[in-house]
């Protein structure tokens, strides 16, 4: 798994992205916004991690896409 300088992590078959909430954030709220990261960039719960202060740390990913010869419109 390597690094991208967007703090991306990424390997062979996905894409990974670490998003950390505060502790202020409601749950109910938390869900919003990666339903916001799902719906319109594709992203996917991958682990959450909830810490004694109630920061959360969450991975999200997505199936990484190639790049291919686009399609001719004719």
Known sequence: MTTT???TQTD???EYRP???PPGVTRLSAATQL???AEFSGWELSRVLLY????R???LRRK???PGIPE???
């Open 52 to 55: 004694s202060d109630g920061t």
């Open 72 to 74: 001719l419109l004719t």
């Open 19 to 21: 998003l950390r909430l």
């Open 64 to 66: 990484r896409n190639t």
């Open 35 to 37: 339903s916001i990261h």
């Open 5 to 7: 300088p967007e703090g």
């Open 12 to 14: 062979t078959d996905w």
């Open 57 to 59: 740390k969450v991975w």
